[in-house]
Every structure is written in structure tokens, then in C-alpha cells.
């Protein structure tokens, strides 16, 4: 029991983090249709950026923030110079963009940091909370993590739901000729989009580091799992983002700990098979007609 | 009205990048109606004739290489039949896959099992992997046929990462991290000392990988070549002409995982060994951005890809430790040349290497044509 | 037969019968249920009641891919064409249900491999030079006008010789003189075939079809001949409504598509 109830609150920390960059894969994917297999990396890139900034004494609220700064500018960098010119093109090209971006962003991180382990300093206490007698695993920084990914998807849902930037943006990703006509401006929605994507996925990165520890592709396998969230959710839904992350943290704390750390990935592609050959488009998604 | 059409454009298959399609050459004698062709126009005979020269060609040139070569070359061989099946895959079928190395990886396992129990010669070792390798195929060609695009991404990039830790996990079947040993084919004695063993398995290689080229080039160019352009192109309409969807897209994952079968068996008898290691989700990426380089759909593409998998990180480690650059850079300065071109065929450079090399040719052969054209127009009456 | 989606009633016990050597026309407003219509003889939708006969014998479950060899060929609302594959090999999938030779064969490259292409790509030039498209062959559809484009997607369905032909708005986007090439077009092409046509332009409709169906609301309201479709009070009214419920929301766009 002891363990199961560690196993659940591990769960919900890696789950939260899974459920904030598969939210950056659903915001980039309402936004142009494309999955963005680089947000890992470019995550990874931003809390490099990060570390030097802790690195030099700089706070890391700072360097939080100099994180999720870099991620915007990533972000807009993707859309405005590779993204928009191959828009309307064959849908795999941005797959295939997006790949060569992760290559590239993970040589240039390793060319910049090197490719050894890095500790990622956390600002809380990483020891587990004292329940009586037994310590459970629950750290102060854990609680900081889903509060922190709490705050952001709040933040996000009041954005789309009660302000007109979300509102032109929604617009602009549902029906991109329609919104120009209603004098959207589809092109910066979009950027936006993919700014905001990058910026969510650096703040994860950053909450991910001290666990997993930093290298160029530590974002990996987190990347895997966060996207397997986002299509188990399907893409299309925000609140499928964060069930699946969340479903997703379970699976791998539960597989992790009853049958051992090599078995994650496999119980990963085992509920997405089986999640996939009932519902081909994800849970949450609309069912799609097939139009003839 | 049409150019002269070179031996070697039968293995040259429209690509998916291109605007404008090209027949081929038997269609074209087709609506000529009266271009006699003869034995030289089953393809059998002149892809197996083209074939042929390769390999003569081929060894000829093996002779003068030196044993680090051989090396090379097998990885280059073994990397070009991965390459030709996911061509197929991606640029004919229109399907994705991020886990043909996983593919290659069951391949490999397989012959390293077989060597390990059973007392085989070398081509059914390789044969039993084809078909290990594509029953894996089939399953999951079976699942990819309900999906689309980054679904069906997702679930093969799930496979790449998922494969190798299996191997891992179960290591009294798989030998765990340091996986399993794979005794190579014996050298026959009619070969003589100086040939070696590495030079032994490269000639294995090449002949595997230009029968690879010549069964793929014969599909590409025949009825079933088009039933995949015809899925890719479009589902409904594929469908109301008699094609069935999830039949054609699995038989599309079915070669494609033959094609990676056989290349992880050769890659382990190689290697000398099957491990984890050597089958990671970076290798399943790799080869989808070599493909994608070397120009995805075309065969002409694979050996590119292959070529520019074992020679760009060769260049480029040498290159950055003569420039004396740090440790760092000299691990990744390949990884981000791979990524750059990636970027770079998409962005500028549509169809690859080979979309390129058409490209090239049409030109040049338009400006020949245009400088003798008034004279075989008058020949022929037109 | 009856189809539905969750709620909506497409289509209310709907009973059509076509043979061979009859144009039949499908007609009424936007939404009436006519491509659902084709869609159930394809097979892409199933009826939720109801059944097709086919050449007297109950289809149970009729796939999309199995209807070109049981002699049913269908064009697309648009063109449905391959986007990159030429005009000839375009043609030469309509063929796909003659077609022998198998996966090992091809591999191999045998030579009975190339005698099939080459009998497909002669039957293919064939139909192309019948609908005056020869030297097109080698064009990708997109290179061409929009009219020759559906004429490739017509040749495409005509190639396997169908018995049945279903014509999903042909005339879309054509000018009044190809719409009066079709119309002979049809009208040949009765002595082998029958044919179901789904058009929105009237002209074509009372030209060529010898028997009309009038959908409204995924009922028949009519059936007859042009001459006493046009005189049926019961169509007028379904169409005069049309429009005047057009009215309320501006112009109506009669030809547009529905999905």
C-alpha cells in the first residue's frame, strides 16, 4: 500500500510534466497541423540556457524566466523561418523539419555543453514530506512542479476561453481563411502559437531537469511519453493533454515500479496500441467522418 | 516528343517531391505501339542485366580497396536495403515510420539466434530474418492501416523506443545490453587466402543489396508499384478503383520491414554481434533523414543515403580534428550536418540528391535535345 | 432502404432501380441525400435498413474496393484524380479490377508482368484517344484544364468497362458546350452501361436521363420521366422552396457541393 500510494504521487509529479509539453504538442497542433518532434529538444536547449544563468549566480526565478524566453524566441524562430514557407506543402514536411530540428538543436546543445550529465540545481527541497512515522515520496519541489503546471494550464484555459487573443487564435487555427476575413491576423496567431508551445515546453524542461538530470537529449524519452499524452488525449484536446499526461505518469510509475524501469516504454506502447485500436484518433477527439 | 530514356531510369521512380511525373520506359513503348523491345523489355532481363554489371563492376573495384573499406562499404550496403524498403514505405506509400531500425533490429536478433541454435547456412539465416522481419511488418502495417500521420509516427517511434529495452530486459533469450555474438559466414577455401573475411562479407553485401534493388526496382516499375502511388495519392478514389486500402498500405509495411530484416542480418553478421545498442531510436531518425536527403520515393536515394549515413560522419570527425575543434563539437558536428540538410532538402532543395540529379539530367537534356531536334523531328514524320 | 446518422434521417426507405441501357438521374436540392445515396451503393456508408440487389442476387456487405469487379464504376463529386501520377497511369488504376499478376511476379520482373502493364496501358490509351485526350498520356492532371481533368477522371471509370457507371455531378465547372459534349458522352455510352447520374444542372438532366428520381429530405418525392418530372407540382414546390429559403440567406448556390 506504502508503495502504491508512492508509485501514484510519482505518477502525478512525472504526469504533470508529461501533460505541460504535451500541451505545447496540442497548441503547435491546433495551431498548423504539424507535430513538433523537436519540443524535447528545444526544451532541453532552453534550461541549458538556464543552468549558465544559475551557473553565474543569477536566481533561479531568473533563470526560469530567461528559459521560458528563450523558448518564444525558439518558438518564433520555428514558425516565421521554417514553418510558414513549407505550409500548404505535402503534410510531412514539417514532421520531417521538425526532426531535422531536433537533430540539430541536440548537436548544437552538445556542441555548446558537452555531452556529459549535468545536476540541475532545484529550488526546493527534493526529500521526501514526513507523514508520520514514514517518509513518502512527495518533496517540496514535487508540489512546486504540479502547482507550477497547475498555474500554466489555468493560465492557458483563461486565456483561450475569456480573452480575444484567444479567441483570434482559436479562429485562426480552426478556420484560417475565415479569421483572415474577420481581420485576424492568422499569420502572428500562429507564431503565437508555436511561441507559446516552445515557452510551455522550456518551463517543463526546467521542472523535468532535476529529476532526470541534463544532457542534449534528456527531453527524449520525456518527449516520447508527452507526445504518446497528447495522441492517447488526441491531439486536438487541451484537456486530453492533460488527462493523458497524467494517465501517462501513472503508467510509467506504475510499470516503473511493479515490473521494473526497463519495462516503461513497452507499458507506454502497450496502452497506446490498445487506446489507439479502439479510438484511431485519440480519446477526446471529435470522430472524424470520412468524407468522400 | 520524348527524350531518350537511359537504362539506368528504370530504377529511377518518380519521386514524391516532384511536380511532374515521368513514364516509364515500358509504358512509353506501350502507347508507341510499334518500339520493338524484346527480351530487353521484360524487366527481369534488363534490371538483372544492369544488375549484373554492378556486381562485376563491383568486385572489380573491391579488389583494389583496403580492408577498412570493406568495412565501410558493408555498413553502406547494409544501409542502402534499410534505406530502399522505407523509400518505398514513405515516398510510394505515402506512410512514416520512425522505427525502421527497430525493424532492422529484429532482423538482426534473428539471425544472431539462429546462428546461436541452429546450425544454418548463412542465406537462410538471412532469409528466415526476411521473413521474421516481415510478419513484424505485417503486425504493424495491420495497426498503422487505421492511423494517419503523426498517429502513425507516434506508435512507431513508441516501437523504436520500446524494442531495444525489451532486448535488454530479457536477457537470458537476448544477452541483455551486451546483446549476442554472431559467428560470421565462412570465407570458402575457392576464394583463396587473400580473400578475406571482410572482404568475403561485403561481396555478400553487395550482391544482397543489388538483388534487393533489383526486386524493388521491378515493384516500383510494375502494377503493384502503382497501387501504392494510387493510396498515396488518394484513399477514396484508390478505393473505387479496386484498391484495397489497409491491404496495400500493410504489404507497403510488409517490404519495407523485409528490406529492414535483411539489412540487421547482414548488419549482425557485420558487426559480428546483435545488441541493443545498435538499434536505438537515434539510428530509426537517422535513417529517415538519410532517406529524406538522398530524395524520398526513388531507389537512387537510398544508395545516396546510405553513402552520406557512413561517409558525413567520417568527413566530418576528421574535419573537425584536424580544425583541432573541441570534444564536443567533433561527437556532434555530423549530427548537425544531418540536420541541416534535412532542413535544407525541404526548405530548398525538394526531391534530395537524387530530385537534384534529375533535375540536372532534364536540363541537360533538354539543351541537347533543343541543339538536334529539328533533324529527328523531320526523321521521323512528325 | 433507410439510412442514418445518430439523429438525422439521410435517407427515409429509399427504393431506386437502374438497368443497363438507361440513364437514370438523381436529383433535388442541396442535402436531399443523393451522395449518401451513391455512398451506400458504394459501400463507404451502410444502410441502416435495407439492402442492395445486385444482377438479382442480395449484396450482404458491399466493400469499395470490390465494385469495379462486380462491373461498378464511380466518378467523384470534383475530380478525385491521383495528384502525381500521369494522366495514363491515372487511367490505368481504373483497370486495377483486370488486372492478374501478382506480387511475386512483379518482384521478379517476369515477362508476363510487362505483357499485363502493356495490355492495361493499351486499353487505357484507348479510352484516352475515344475521349480525345491522346497525348496526354504523359501530362499530370494538374497541368491540364479543368474540363480535360474531368474527362481523365470519366476515362478512369470508363476503362474497366463497367456495367453500371455512377456519375457523381459530372457537369461541375464545364461550360455549356462541354456540357453538351458529356450529354452525347452519356447518352453513347447507354448502349453498354447503365447509368445513375447525380447532377444539379437541369439541362443536362432532361437532355440525357430517361428516368429521374427526386430526392427532398431523404425521401422520394417524384419519379418519372424528364417530361413528367418537370410538370410535377410536388418537385416545383420542393425547389421553389429552396430558393425562397435561399432568399433569407442571400444568393443560392445551386452546384455547390455537399458533403
Partial sequence: ?292 | MNSPVSNQDEIIVPSMKRSKGRPRKSKRSAQGGNRSSGIFGVPAVRNGLLAIVVIVVGYILLGKISPYRDLQFSQVGVYVIALAGLSLLVGQSGQITLGQGAVMMVGAYTTALVNKHLNLAFPLEILLSAIVAGLFGILVGIVAARLRGPYLAGVTLSIALALPELASKFSSIFGGDAGLIVSPPNTPAFLGATYTQQRFMVSIVLVVTVLVIFGLANLYSSRQGRKLRAVRDDEVSAELNGIPLAGTQITAFMIASVCAGIAGSLQAMVAQNAGPESFTVALSISLLAAIVIGGVGTLGGAVWGGLALVFIPQFATDYSQRLNLSQGVVANLALAIYGLLLIAVILVFPGGVQGGLLRLAKYISIRFRSRGSSEIAGGLGK | MTVRFGGLVALDDVTVQAQVGEVLGIIGPNGAGKTTLFNVICGFVRPTRGSIVYEDKEIPRIRPNSLTKRGIARTLQGLGLFPKMTVLENVMCGAEALAKVGMGPSVLGMARVRREERDLAERAEQILNELGLSGFGDRIPSSLPYALQKKVALARAMVSKPKFLLLDEPASGLSNDEMDELGQRITDLKGSAGLLLVEHHMDLVMAVCDRIVVLDFGRVIAEGTPAEIKSDPVVLEAYLGEEIEGENYGPVVSSAGES
Avoid: C
Fill in chain 1, 1 to 292: 500500500m506504502h508503495q502504491f500510494v508512492n508509485l501514484t504521487l510519482i505518477g502525478i509529479t512525472t504526469g504533470a510534466v508529461y501533460a505541460a509539453v504535451a500541451m505545447g504538442l496540442v497548441l503547435i497542433w491546433r495551431a498548423t497541423r504539424t507535430v513538433n518532434f523537436a519540443q524535447g529538444a528545444m526544451a532541453t536547449f532552453s534550461t541549458y540556457v538556464a543552468v549558465t544563468l544559475i551557473d553565474r549566480n543569477v536566481s533561479y526565478w531568473l533563470a526560469l524566466l530567461a528559459a521560458i524566453v528563450t523558448g518564444l524566441i525558439i518558438g518564433t524562430l520555428t514558425e516565421r523561418l521554417l514553418m510558414r514557407p513549407i505550409a500548404n506543402t505535402n503534410p510531412l514536411n514539417p514532421v520531417i523539419i521538425a526532426i531535422g530540428m531536433l537533430i540539430v538543436l541536440e548537436a548544437v546543445s552538445g556542441m555548446i555543453w558537452g555531452a556529459k550529465y549535468r545536476e540541475f540545481p532545484s529550488n526546493f527541497s527534493v526529500t521526501g514530506i514526513k507523514v508520520g512515522t514514514s517518509r513518502i515520496a512527495l518533496s517540496a519541489f514535487d508540489i512546486y512542479v504540479m502547482v507550477a503546471v497547475l498555474v500554466l494550464m489555468v493560465a492557458l484555459l483563461i486565456l483561450f476561453r475569456w480573452t480575444s487573443l484567444g479567441l483570434k487564435m482559436r479562429a485562426a487555427a480552426f478556420s484560417p481563411e475565415i479569421a483572415r476575413l474577420l481581420g485576424v491576423r492568422v499569420g502572428r496567431m500562429l507564431t503565437l502559437g508555436w511561441a507559446l508551445a516552445v515557452g510551455m515546453a522550456s518551463v517543463a524542461g526546467v521542472l523535468a531537469a532535476p529529476n532526470v538530470l541534463l544532457y542534449p537529449n534528456n527531453m527524449d524519452g520525456v518527449n516520447v511519453f508527452a507526445f504518446t499524452a497528447a495522441i492517447l488525449g488526441g491531439l486536438d484536446s487541451p484537456v486530453g493533454a492533460l488527462v493523458g499526461g497524467l494517465g501517462m505518469g501513472f503508467v510509467v510509475s506504475y510499470v516503473g515500479g511493479y515490473l521494473g524501469s526497463s519495462l516503461e516504454t513497452i507499458g507506454g506502447l502497450i496502452v497506446l496500441l490498445i487506446v489507439l485500436s479502439f479510438r484511431p484518433q485519440g480519446i477526446f477527439a471529435a470522430s472524424a467522418a470520412r468524407r468522400v
